[in-house]
């Protein structure tokens, strides 16, 4: 399968300011990535969609100023958390899918956790 | 897609078979069974998925009931590492490019 890096795998930042999660693919072509969130005890969120190229679809509930997704290359995707808050605290994964596969060919990077103090 | 229903958590010695049931009632014909796990702290892992055929690969195996409308994963012989929450989502079928539901899974713990 697909190797997928998140960078970094931690971060604790101040509240009110912006951090930025990368989530590359290491030897696969991803037309379309995923990001998902995970609280403390809790299952997986999508949070967006976003394809190479075009902008990112938030799932509802998801701010789309707060959460900024941009998918420069079919190997990178960044997830940029802006003025973050305490509530913003949480495990961070992204996914990656190639063109005409299917589900089960969605690689999951190792996730990021943000700490928001 | 299809709702799941699978047990909080289950335990099992190192070394039996762990079986995982899944409950997916409403199943429809053109969605698919599919299996991941995150072991605590990663990504998920995919497993195994399957239509209605019972299915094996080098990790699990997935038996499908001839309804449909619940299945159980089968870790053959379970290791310690094998400690994760499992999940069974049910999704349609073809190749869009669609995020996972995932449920609460199965907290399964293997004990030494």
């Known amino acids: 399968g697909a190797v997928v890096s998140q960078h970094p795998s931690w971060v604790i930042c101040k509240s009110g300011t912006s951090v930025k999660i990368e989530c590359r693919s290491l030897d696969f072509q991803a037309t379309t990535m995923f990001w998902y969130r995970q609280f403390p005890k809790q299952s997986l969120m999508l949070m967006a969609t976003s394809n190479e190229g075009s902008k990112a679809t938030y799932e509802q509930g998801v701010e789309k100023d707060k959460f900024l997704i941009n998918h420069a290359s079919l190997t990178l995707s960044t997830l940029t958390v802006t003025s973050a808050h305490p509530e913003d605290s949480s495990f961070y994964i992204c996914?990656?899918?190639?063109?005409?596969?299917?589900?089960?060919?969605?690689?999951f990077g190792p996730g990021t956790r943000l700490t928001v103090t | 897609d299809a709702k799941t229903t699978q047990p909080t958590s289950m335990d099992c010695a190192e070394g039996r078979a762990a079986n995982l049931p899944c409950n997916h009632s409403?199943?429809?014909?053109?969605?698919?069974v599919y299996w991941y796990r995150q072991i605590h702290s990663q990504g998920p892992q995919y497993i195994i998925h399957?239509?209605?055929n019972n299915e094996t690969n080098e990790m699990a195996s997935l038996i499908i009931t001839e309804d449909r409308k619940s299945s159980t994963l089968i870790l053959p012989h379970a290791t310690l590492r094998d400690t994760a929450v499992y999940y069974c989502?049910?999704?349609?079928?073809?190749?869009?490019?669609?995020?996972?539901?995932f449920g609460k899974g199965t907290h399964l713990i293997i004990q030494p």
């Open positions: 409403t199943i429809s014909g053109n969605e698919y």
């Open positions: 989502i049910v999704i349609t079928s073809g190749g869009g490019a669609d995020g996972l539901t």
């Open positions: 399957g239509l209605k």
């Open positions: 996914s990656l899918q190639g063109a005409g596969q299917r589900y089960y060919e969605q690689y």
